[in-house]
Nanobody, 123 residues
Framework: VQLVESGGGSVQAGGSLRLSCAAS????????MGWFRQAPGKERELVAA????????YYADSVKGRFTISRDNAKNTVFLQMNSLKPEDTAVYYC?????????????????WGQGTQVTVSS
């Protein structure tokens, strides 16, 4: 299984970015997907997750109302739309997949990881 993120970059506070994660190597549609982030000196945290059919969605409190996770199973791709970005959103963002169609909340439950994409928000 390969996960490849794209769409990171540098923006000013209040701006938007859209991250994409393309999956290959297995049937994508039957599995949940998640977006994590890790800032320097901090633990990796779950930002958003989406079950296999989109019926369950999770957002961290810090991003609720600003970030939206979605998936296109026909294109084996999951997205993270990030609006109203803040400097504290600065981190490396990773997409990840568990061996399940349901959401998990800790990194240890995710078997597959992308290489990460840097998001930098300046004030």
């Amino acid at each position: 299984v390969q996960l490849v993120e794209s769409g990171g970059g540098s923006v000013q506070a209040g701006g938007s970015l859209r991250l994409s994660c393309a999956a290959s190597g297995r049937t994508f549609s039957g599995y949940a997907m998640g977006w994590f982030r890790q800032a320097p000196g901090k633990e990796r945290e779950l930002v958003a997750a989406l079950s296999w059919n989109g019926g369950r969605i999770y957002y961290a409190d810090s991003v609720k109302g600003r970030f939206t996770i979605s998936r296109d199973n026909a294109k084996n791709t999951v997205f993270l739309q990030m609006n109203s970005l803040k400097p504290e959103d600065t981190a490396v963002y990773y997409c990840a997949a568990p061996e399940s169609g349901d959401i998990f909340y800790t990194a240890a439950n995710y078997a597959y990881w992308g290489q990460g994409t840097q998001v930098t928000v300046s004030s």
